[in-house]
């Protein structure tokens, strides 16, 4: 399998500056500038209160965008199997435990303990929504969104049913911003099909390459803006979806890369 369709039934973004698809796409194309002061984070109204104040940035923006492609989707949460990646995971976290085990082992937070897996957004997720279908978390580095968009496509053309995709990354903090650069918050949300529905925004086209492919740089200056965040290789694809049509090409290494055409369902 080395080409298909996906049809794009739900999509959302979050940043602090670009707050909900809407904004962002408008900012893509030029039409908009960014939020400003910038907002602060989201609250996961989908978890109890208790669970709400000890979730992380990662949960929370990672949360509200799958909350909101769900809805554009028309789809109940509890019916989507899942992908949620990140190239970090909660960056503060790890170096809060980092630190914590080399001044005082023992004083360890069991919450911030069960937060640092990598799959804590997704745990969340399920638990929130009462989700019971597979979820999946991973990471591949700079290509985590790239890996992600190829594994959910990938899922959701050999069960041939709607999947939901989550990426996202927050900044770098402590030590670990030496040997890894992230900034800002960023998180994006795909609600993909392999059946065209009555709430289909339009088509992303794929294929399979192989080769070196040479990352797209953002285009627009709200792209730039966060192109500095660990998961910014999604970016040329949300510009382009803000668009009619258009192609993006997203590395998925050295030497594979993923093509994609996109075209809205009303031009």
Known sequence: MSSGTMY?????CWSPTLVDWDSARAAFRGEAGLLDPPARRPAPELLAPTERRRAPDTVAIALEVAARAVAQAGRTPGELPSVFTSAHGDLAINDYMCATLVNEPMAISPTRFHNSV???????????????????????????????????????????????????DIAACGALACVTASRGMLATALVLNPAPGANSLGTLTWTLQAGPAVPLQPVSAAARSLQ??????????LECIANPEGDVLLPLGDALA????????HA
């Open 8 to 12: 794009l039934d739900g999509i959302a």
């Open 118 to 168: 990598h799959n804590a957004a997704a745990g969340y997720w399920t638990i929130g929504t009462g989700c019971m279908q597979a979820s999946t978390a991973l990471t591949a580095f700079l290509h985590s969104f790239a890996h992600g968009l190829l594994e959910a496509i990938s899922q959701a053309s050999i069960e041939q049913r709607p999947i939901l995709l989550v990426a996202y």
């Open 228 to 237: 500095e965040n660990a998961i910014a290789d999604c970016l040329p694809l």
């Open 258 to 265: 993923l093509h994609i055409h996109w075209k809205a369902q």
